[in-house]
């Protein structure tokens, strides 16, 4: 008899849980971006920012026209720029997850992200200088290639380091070497950069443009269909790197992309808002925990709306929190990520043989 | 590469001169060999004497270093990766983390290079990962987590995983390690299926010489980077070449392997013809003692299994003399009575049972054990048979060791005629119970430190009444049974046991003077005729005959699986007048389109020719298109009653199934056929059947309606009496 092809009812209970997270995920994203929109040191009404948004501010005067600019050139790219950061580091975090088969690398822990800060800062105090302005074209740039460094020195430990945990500890002590490079370029330059770099190196968005912001988030959404299109080999290396091989992959090519295309991600980020912690390792594992299909194919949209989303909100309350003045980002992601990192290590402790 | 291309180069791999090794620097040199299609050959020898890189290479995760390895007759490297995919599939131990995945998405990674850019699943993808799970037996797995399988099972999976790349070569890195016995026989088990019916041609290393030695069809002994010796395992696999091949003490690996393990002398005599005679051999490089207790699941099982369940598997006439073999000498030589006598049959799996009676004569020269034949449930005439044997001392002492003279008493035939196992004159036991009778009746004589000649007699109680029934008499074996048994176990319905038996059946009821007889594919026929024609004229009963005779039943019924052709066949030869075939409508409906063996495992077909009448008489599309998706006979009726032609369908199958029985009856038997379904009844009454009803004992027969007022009837009766 021919066995009759049916989807078990456990496959359809998986899928509706992904159809459900990736639509929740969706509406929250959305909430949260109204959310951060209306609240602040001024408080604006919802429907306004809706005329803000598909009118330019409906009926005039001089209040509602105040209202309009908070809307579009404040509160709007702030929020959007957050969204498309968060998605690109938790996409950034889990790819490095993949290349290292391990769920605690993330960008920021293997000093990617301070390495990225090493070399922005680098660029600014050069190029400001020089010419006294810098373009974010550059600015991506070196971020890009401080990124890249320090993930080609933390492979380069992985060649001779075996061991997961101290190979961790290697990736911290690169962050380490990059922050103390960092401060001492500060050393190197004037008060006024002191303070712009300072407020950057902490992390925020709180300079975020429309025109930027748009550009950014244009790059980074062609950074992840990059990475959607990839998510067929990812899941086959997932396999394991012999396996991957056997089904025709060109292993070291994708490698190769999964590590450019990380270091793009995060350093983007990095250069946009200056080294932001632990969204890269919390939101995967979190996500992991929400979907029961780990797929790529289905993690890969969910990790982007899912890292967006918790940087949003972790933007918002670096807002809130001591308003009117303003936390760093970093510093509330950690107070969020860290704990969630140190759950997932005990789970994985536990479950280890 | 198309069939021909493929029959036209037996070598289905080949390495030439092959250096393997990493970076340019070769660990393994000068290696050169093939492997055929469907051949299974394992790697062994220490760690590190480059097992492993050889897979590699084998599976292009390295280039060689030198020479060249070609896959069905193209240089390897020369092959597409996505081609190669649909080649080859292999099985390395990668140790690594993995996410909370469901079995079945585990399995369907290996549809990588069938899938398009996304990897999503078709019909077709889907279809490929079933079958793969229900060849690994994994199907109820499906739903579990892969992290949460014991390794067994996830050996398993990924063993599936491998196959639903629908491979010709699969290579596997010590697939065994991790796994308890249990799992490495198992998996071997599944391996050598593969190879022997899937033609998939298996490279893979092993850790445990004895899987080596029982599974594979050549063995390469690795040492230093070299081949050190390439061949049979009964030929290569000695004492001496293990000893070496490990830079081991011999005398340590003697304690280590059974005295059955040959000296490389006696070993090589053995001719290559008798396959099976060296599986009975090979069986005994394992250890027994280190076999402790196992049982093994054997091919096709998982099939037997889901169809009809609680199938119980029995042992030989062969098994049981090696038993009785075993209680007597270990009475005789060591003066201990056993409680359990165990045996491993040359199938792998151990048979441990305890034995009737047992006795020793008064001179202590001569001593006899009795055991119960236990057929399972395999028809079988000898089932519970009580098998003697007598083991005697001839002579004492000698330093010649121990000879055994194996010989038939009472109740077991003798040779007549010439073309047997056995020459004329000799006791009917074969040669494969011979072999196991002797090497039980060595360990024993071994381990009590005899030396001399024994003389075992093997005899069976009333086995000269029971062999009457039997083919015996034809083939000229006189005095009682044969003791028989190649693998030493009894599989229920296995194809031949089944045929086998389905002749004898019919052959002992011709002999008795029948000339009608009810076919019927297995226990849902029986069941209807049971359910609806109780209380009828015909009462049921198996081939007890003085039943039969008390009851006045005129007509017998024999079981015949899906073997419908063959049975047939044999009706027709046996010189039967009327058959008719009794059947659900899900096989015997496979006989419209003239599929005599209604395994589903042969041809199905069964939607399409349903569709194909239903087209006939006018059906419309939509209708057609769901009975082609429909998966059971009762849901086409289904659809058939709401299109409203029903009848005639019914109607045109049953016709089209007399044809095809007509032809197959030559006109010189004539043969009928009732249909039926568990939810819709009688479906068809064949033209020939409705003729014969009367003389089947049917009263009125009455057509379709009259057995349905029947059943209606015995329906209502059989609830009354629950």
Same mark, same amino acid.
């Given at each position: 008899?021919?066995?009759?092809?049916?989807?078990?009812?456990?496959?359809?209970?998986?899928? *509706?849980?992904?159809?459900?997270?990736?639509?929740?995920?969706?509406?929250?994203?959305?909430?949260?971006?109204?959310?951060?929109?209306?609240?602040?040191?001024?408080?604006? #009404?919802?429907?306004?920012?809706?005329?803000?948004?598909?009118?330019?501010?409906?009926?005039?005067?001089?209040?509602?026209?105040?209202?309009?600019?908070?809307?579009?050139?404040?509160?709007?790219?702030?929020?959007?720029?957050?969204?498309?950061?968060?998605?690109?580091?938790?996409?950034?975090?889990?790819?490095?997850?993949?290349?290292?088969?391990?769920?605690?690398?993330?960008?920021?822990?293997?000093?990617?992200?301070?390495?990225?800060?090493?070399?922005?800062?680098?660029?600014?105090?050069?190029?400001?200088?020089?010419?006294?302005?810098?373009?974010?074209?550059?600015?991506?740039?070196?971020?890009?290639?401080?990124?890249?460094?320090?993930?080609?020195?933390?492979?380069?430990?992985?060649?001779?380091?075996?061991?997961?945990?101290?190979?961790?500890?290697?990736?911290?002590?690169?962050?380490?070497?990059?922050?103390?490079?960092?401060?001492?370029?500060?050393?190197?330059?004037?008060?006024?950069?002191?303070?712009?770099?300072?407020?950057?190196?902490?992390?925020?968005?709180?300079?975020?443009?429309?025109?930027?912001?748009?550009?950014?988030?244009?790059?980074?959404?062609?950074?992840?269909?990059?990475?959607?299109?990839?998510?067929?080999?990812?899941?086959?290396?997932?396999?394991?790197?012999?396996?991957?091989?056997?089904?025709?992959?060109?292993?070291?090519?994708?490698?190769?992309?999964?590590?450019?295309?990380?270091?793009?991600?995060?350093?983007?980020?990095?250069?946009?808002?200056?080294?932001?912690?632990?969204?890269?390792?919390?939101?995967?594992?979190?996500?992991?925990?929400?979907?029961?299909?780990?797929? #790529?194919?289905?993690?890969?949209?969910?990790?982007?709306?899912?890292?967006?989303?918790?940087?949003?909100?972790?933007?918002?309350?670096?807002?809130?929190?001591?308003?009117?003045?303003?936390?760093?980002?970093?510093?509330?992601?950690?107070?969020?990520?860290?704990?969630?990192?140190?759950?997932?290590?005990?789970?994985?402790?536990?479950? *280890?043989? | 590469?198309?069939?021909?291309?493929?029959? @036209?180069?037996?070598?289905?791999?080949?390495?030439?001169?092959?250096?393997?090794?990493?970076?340019?620097?070769?660990?393994?040199?000068?290696?050169?060999?093939?492997?055929?299609?469907?051949?299974?050959?394992?790697?062994?020898?220490?760690?590190?004497?480059?097992?492993?890189?050889?897979?590699?290479?084998?599976?292009?995760?390295?280039?060689?270093?030198?020479?060249?390895?070609?896959?069905?007759?193209?240089?390897?490297?020369?092959?597409?990766?996505?081609?190669?995919?649909?080649?080859?599939?292999?099985?390395?131990?990668?140790?690594?983390?993995?996410?909370?995945?469901?079995?079945?998405?585990?399995?369907?990674?290996?549809?990588?290079?069938?899938?398009?850019?996304?990897?999503?699943?078709?019909?077709?993808?889907?279809?490929?990962?079933?079958?793969?799970?229900?060849?690994?037996?994994?199907?109820?797995?499906?739903?579990?987590?892969?992290?949460?399988?014991?390794?067994?099972?996830?050996?398993?999976?990924?063993?599936?995983?491998?196959?639903?790349?629908?491979?010709?070569?699969?290579?596997?890195?010590?697939?065994?390690?991790?796994?308890?016995?249990?799992?490495?026989?198992?998996?071997?088990?599944?391996?050598?299926?593969?190879?022997?019916?899937?033609?998939?041609?298996?490279?893979?290393?092993?850790?445990?010489?004895?899987?080596?030695?029982?599974?594979?069809?050549?063995?390469?002994?690795?040492?230093?980077?070299?081949?050190?010796?390439?061949?049979?395992?009964?030929?290569?696999?000695?004492?001496?070449?293990?000893?070496?091949?490990?830079?081991?003490?011999?005398?340590?690996?003697?304690?280590?392997?059974?005295?059955?393990?040959?000296?490389?002398?006696?070993?090589?005599?053995?001719?290559?013809?008798?396959?099976?005679?060296?599986?009975?051999?090979?069986?005994?490089? @394992?250890?027994?003692?280190?076999?402790?207790?196992?049982?093994?699941?054997?091919?096709?099982?998982?099939?037997?299994?889901?169809?009809?369940?609680?199938?119980?598997?029995?042992?030989?006439?062969?098994?049981?003399?090696?038993?009785?073999?075993?209680? @007597?000498?270990?009475?005789?030589?060591?003066?201990?009575?056993?409680?359990?006598?165990?045996?491993?049959?040359?199938?792998?799996?151990?048979?441990?049972?305890?034995?009737?009676?047992?006795?020793?004569?008064?001179?202590?020269?001569?001593?006899?054990?009795?055991?119960?034949?236990?057929?399972?449930?395999?028809?079988?005439?000898?089932?519970?048979?009580?098998?003697?044997?007598?083991?005697?001392?001839?002579?004492?002492?000698?330093?010649?060791?121990?000879?055994?003279?194996?010989?038939?008493?009472?109740?077991?035939?003798?040779?007549?005629?010439?073309?047997?196992?056995?020459?004329?004159?000799?006791?009917?036991?074969?040669?494969?119970?011979?072999?196991?009778?002797?090497?039980?009746?060595?360990?024993?004589?071994?381990?009590?430190?005899?030396?001399?000649?024994?003389?075992?007699?093997?005899?069976?109680?009333?086995?000269?009444?029971?062999?009457?029934?039997?083919?015996?008499?034809?083939?000229?074996?006189?005095?009682?049974?044969?003791?028989?048994?190649?693998?030493?176990?009894?599989?229920?319905?296995?194809?031949?046991?089944?045929?086998?038996?389905?002749?004898?059946?019919?052959?002992?009821?011709?002999?008795?003077?029948?000339?009608?007889?009810?076919?019927?594919?297995?226990?849902?026929?029986?069941?209807?005729?049971?359910?609806?024609?109780?209380?009828?004229?015909?009462?049921?009963?198996?081939?007890?005959?003085?039943?039969?005779?008390?009851?006045?039943?005129?007509?017998?019924?024999?079981?015949?699986?899906?073997?419908?052709?063959?049975?047939?066949?044999?009706?027709?030869?046996?010189?039967?007048?009327?058959?008719?075939?009794?059947?659900?409508?899900?096989?015997?409906?496979?006989?419209?389109?003239?599929?005599?063996?209604?395994?589903?495992?042969?041809?199905?077909?069964?939607?399409?020719?349903?569709?194909?009448?239903?087209?006939?008489?006018?059906?419309?599309?939509?209708?057609?298109?769901?009975?082609?998706?429909?998966?059971?006979?009762?849901?086409?009726?289904?659809?058939?009653?709401?299109?409203?032609?029903?009848?005639?369908?019914?109607?045109?199958?049953?016709?089209?199934?007399?044809?095809?029985?007509?032809?197959?009856?030559?006109?010189?038997?004539?043969?009928?056929?009732?249909?039926?379904?568990?939810?819709?009844?009688?479906?068809?009454?064949?033209?020939?059947?409705?003729?014969?009803?009367?003389?089947?004992?049917?009263?009125?027969?009455?057509?379709?309606?009259?057995?349905?007022?029947?059943?209606?009837?015995?329906?209502?009766?059989?609830?009354?009496?629950?």
């Amino acid at each position: 008899m021919r066995p009759p092809v049916r989807i078990s009812k456990e496959e359809r209970r998986i899928r *509706a849980r992904s159809v459900l997270v990736l639509t929740l995920l969706l509406a929250l994203v959305f909430g949260a971006f109204l959310f951060s929109i209306c609240l602040g040191s001024v408080k604006i #009404p919802i429907g306004e920012v809706f005329s803000a948004f598909f009118y330019g501010g409906g009926h005039a005067g001089e209040e509602s026209e105040t209202l309009v600019r908070i809307v579009m050139d404040i509160r709007a790219p702030r929020a959007l720029l957050a969204f498309f950061s968060g998605g690109a580091l938790a996409l950034s975090g889990y790819l490095l997850q993949t290349f290292f088969r391990n769920p605690i690398a993330g960008p920021y822990v293997l000093g990617i992200s301070s390495g990225a800060k090493l070399a922005v800062s680098l660029a600014l105090i050069i190029s400001i200088r020089r010419s006294g302005s810098i373009s974010s074209f550059v600015l991506i740039l070196a971020a890009f290639s401080g990124a890249l460094f320090s993930t080609f020195l933390i492979l380069l430990f992985s060649l001779r380091i075996r061991s997961m945990a101290v190979l961790l500890v290697a990736g911290i002590m690169v962050g380490y070497i990059a922050s103390a490079g960092t401060d001492l370029l500060f050393s190197f330059s004037d008060d006024a950069q002191i303070l712009n770099l300072h407020g950057w190196s902490q992390g925020s968005f709180s300079g975020a443009r429309m025109g930027s912001t748009l550009e950014a988030g244009a790059f980074i959404l062609i950074l992840l269909l990059l990475v959607f299109l990839l998510s067929k080999p990812i899941g086959a290396y997932q396999n394991g790197e012999v396996y991957a091989k056997s089904m025709g992959i060109p292993v070291r090519s994708l490698q190769l992309s999964i590590i450019v295309l990380s270091s793009l991600l995060s350093g983007s980020v990095t250069a946009i808002a200056g080294p932001v912690s632990f969204v890269g390792i919390a939101v995967p594992f979190l996500v992991r925990k929400m979907l029961r299909d780990h797929r #790529p194919i289905i993690m890969i949209p969910a990790l982007f709306l899912a890292g967006g989303l918790f940087t949003e909100l972790s933007d918002l309350l670096s807002r809130m929190l001591i308003s009117p003045a303003e936390l760093s980002l970093s510093s509330v992601t950690s107070l969020i990520g860290a704990p969630i990192v140190l759950v997932m290590m005990l789970e994985r402790r536990r479950s *280890a043989p | 590469m198309n069939q021909m291309d493929r029959a @036209a180069c037996p070598e289905f791999a080949k390495a030439e001169a092959l250096d393997a090794g990493y970076r340019g620097r070769a660990v393994l040199e000068g290696l050169s060999f093939s492997l055929k299609k469907g051949e299974l050959i394992s790697l062994i020898g220490p760690n590190g004497s480059g097992k492993s890189t050889l897979l590699l290479t084998f599976a292009r995760q390295l280039l060689p270093v030198g020479g060249l390895v070609f896959l069905e007759g193209k240089e390897l490297h020369q092959i597409p990766g996505r081609e190669l995919a649909k080649t080859t599939a292999v099985l390395f131990t990668e140790r690594l983390h993995r996410e909370d995945e469901r079995v079945e998405s585990v399995v369907s990674a290996g549809r990588y290079p069938y899938t398009g850019w996304f990897g999503l699943l078709r019909e077709t993808d889907r279809d490929a990962i079933r079958a793969a799970m229900e060849l690994t037996d994994i199907l109820e797995l499906g739903d579990r987590n892969f992290n949460e399988l014991s390794d067994g099972q996830k050996q398993r999976v990924l063993l599936a995983r491998a196959l639903t790349q629908k491979p010709r070569f699969l290579i596997l890195d010590e697939p065994t390690s991790f796994l308890d016995l249990k799992y490495q026989l198992e998996l071997m088990q599944v391996l050598r299926r593969l190879s022997r019916e899937e033609g998939i041609s298996i490279l893979l290393s092993l850790h445990e010489i004895s899987l080596a030695a029982r599974f594979s069809d050549r063995v390469l002994m690795l040492k230093k980077g070299k081949a050190f010796r390439m061949g049979p395992p009964e030929e290569v696999m000695h004492r001496k070449a293990l000893a070496e091949l490990f830079d081991l003490d011999e005398a340590l690996l003697r304690t280590f392997l059974s005295p059955g393990l040959q000296e490389e002398t006696e070993a090589k005599g053995r001719p290559e013809a008798d396959r099976e005679a060296q599986d009975g051999a090979s069986g005994h490089f @394992a250890n027994s003692q280190y076999f402790s207790q196992t049982s093994v699941k054997k091919p096709g099982e998982n099939y037997a299994r889901s169809s009809r369940k609680g199938m119980r598997k029995g042992f030989t006439s062969g098994t049981s003399a090696a038993l009785a073999a075993q209680g @007597a000498a270990h009475y005789l030589l060591s003066g201990e009575l056993l409680e359990t006598l165990s045996v491993m049959t040359p199938a792998g799996i151990r048979i441990s049972l305890t034995p009737e009676s047992l006795s020793l004569s008064k001179d202590k020269r001569r001593a006899a054990c009795t055991v119960r034949k236990d057929a399972g449930d395999d028809p079988d005439r000898t089932n519970q048979i009580l098998i003697t044997a007598e083991v005697e001392i001839l002579e004492r002492g000698g330093d010649s060791g121990v000879t055994v003279k194996i010989d038939g008493g009472e109740g077991v035939g003798r040779v007549t005629k010439p073309g047997l196992d056995q020459p004329v004159g000799s006791a009917a036991i074969n040669s494969t119970p011979r072999r196991q009778i002797q090497h039980e009746v060595l360990r024993e004589a071994e381990r009590a430190g005899f030396q001399g000649v024994l003389r075992v007699l093997i005899s069976a109680e009333n086995g000269r009444e029971i062999a009457a029934h039997t083919m015996n008499p034809i083939l000229g074996i006189e005095g009682g049974i044969s003791i028989l048994g190649t693998s030493g176990i009894v599989e229920p319905m296995s194809e031949k046991a089944l045929i086998d038996s389905i002749e004898v059946q019919l052959k002992m009821l011709r002999a008795e003077g029948y000339e009608r007889v009810i076919l019927t594919p297995g226990n849902i026929g029986r069941d209807f005729l049971r359910a609806h024609l109780s209380g009828e004229s015909l009462e049921i009963r198996e081939m007890r005959q003085e039943e039969m005779e008390e009851m006045d039943v005129s007509v017998p019924i024999v079981s015949i699986s899906n073997f419908i052709g063959d049975a047939l066949d044999l009706s027709r030869d046996l010189g039967f007048q009327e058959v008719l075939l009794v059947g659900h409508a899900g096989k015997l409906v496979k006989l419209a389109g003239g599929v005599m063996n209604t395994h589903s495992r042969c041809a199905d077909g069964r939607q399409e020719f349903i569709t194909a009448h239903a087209a006939l008489l006018g059906a419309d599309r939509n209708c057609l298109m769901g009975l082609m998706r429909a998966v059971t006979v009762d849901a086409c009726l289904d659809l058939l009653e709401e299109a409203g032609i029903l009848r005639e369908v019914e109607v045109s199958l049953t016709r089209a199934v007399q044809e095809h029985l007509t032809r197959r009856a030559e006109g010189a038997i004539s043969v009928g056929a009732v249909l039926f379904t568990s939810a819709h009844g009688i479906f068809g009454i064949t033209e020939e059947a409705e003729k014969m009803l009367p003389h089947f004992g049917f009263s009125g027969a009455g057509g379709a309606e009259g057995w349905s007022i029947s059943s209606e009837r015995v329906r209502e009766t059989r609830n009354l009496s629950q």
